[in-house]
Nanobody, 120 residues
Framework: QFQLVESGGGLVQPGGSLRLSCAAS????????IGWLRQAPGKEREEVSC???????FYADSVKGRFTISRVNYENTVYLQMNSLKPEETAVYYC??????????????RGQGTQVTVSS
């Protein structure tokens, strides 16, 4: 069974940090581009970050310098370290596996998502 499972979400104060995990089963993450997307109620889905199969990393302008994406191949897991979180970044975060970072909307697999709430 091919599956992506996110974890690490929760409630954090503004300026705080969280590390999200995206673990794969049934397939090997390093052969895919793995992207993190987020969607808040009433807002459009936003691509946050992506790590390509060659290890290249991409970030939305709004998170550059604060978020870091990484992949640990022997764990078959991709991480998203999020620092200096802002209230407007409250959303469901989910990961997808696609052929390229430029084609995340044509993903092959998607996780169920993890809620991130930034609030005091």
């Amino acid at each position: 069974q091919f599956q992506l499972v996110e974890s690490g979400g929760g409630l954090v104060q503004p300026g705080g940090s969280l590390r999200l995990s995206c673990a794969a089963s049934g397939f090997t993450l390093e052969y895919y581009a793995i992207g993190w997307l987020r969607q808040a109620p009433g807002k459009e889905r936003e691509e946050v970050s992506c790590i390509a199969s060659d290890g290249g990393a991409f970030y939305a302008d709004s998170v550059k310098g604060r978020f870091t994406i990484s992949r640990v191949n022997y764990e078959n897991t991709v991480y998203l370290q999020m620092n200096s979180l802002k209230p407007e970044e409250t959303a469901v975060y989910y990961c997808v596996a696609a052929a390229l970072c430029s084609t995340l909307d044509e993903y092959d697999y998607r996780g169920q998502g993890t809620q991130v709430t930034v609030s005091s």
